[in-house]
């Protein structure tokens, strides 16, 4: 039988895909159901979540921890906004029910 933290392990690990951009290869993991229900309230409040944003909680290392700190997406803000928009899609795609969420965003 299939244990509860045997499917959260997989579970954690199930968006996970790897992405070059500027001739790098990224690790990158979809929208965790916290993080959809943040993209929602935010969208709800007018004040919508950025790519620098995404990009910052959802590129990670190879034990699945982020790659980049919260004071680090000011700089992301600051470099080029095609590759970090690149990298955000990949993440959305990435990420289970992504049309769903951004449907019911869109919908309150």
């Known amino acids: ?19 070059k951009v500027a001739g ?13 229900m943040l993209v929602q309230q935010r969208a709800r409040d007018e004040n919508p979540i950025t790519d620098p944003e995404v990009v910052a909680m959802c590129v990670v290392d ?6 980049f700190t919260a004071d680090q997406v000011e700089a992301l803000k600051n470099v080029d906004g095609c590759a970090v ?3 955000a899609r990949e993440i959305v795609a990435a990420s289970a029910g992504h049309e769903t969420a951004e449907a019911d965003a869109a919908k309150n």
């Open 85 to 87: 928009s690149a990298i």
């Open 1 to 19: 039988m299939v244990t509860a933290a045997e499917i959260l392990a997989a579970l954690r690990t199930a968006s996970v895909r790897k992405v």
């Open 24 to 36: 790098l290869t990224l690790n990158v993991r979809g929208l965790t159901a916290a993080e959809m």
């Open 62 to 67: 190879d034990a699945m921890q982020p790659v």
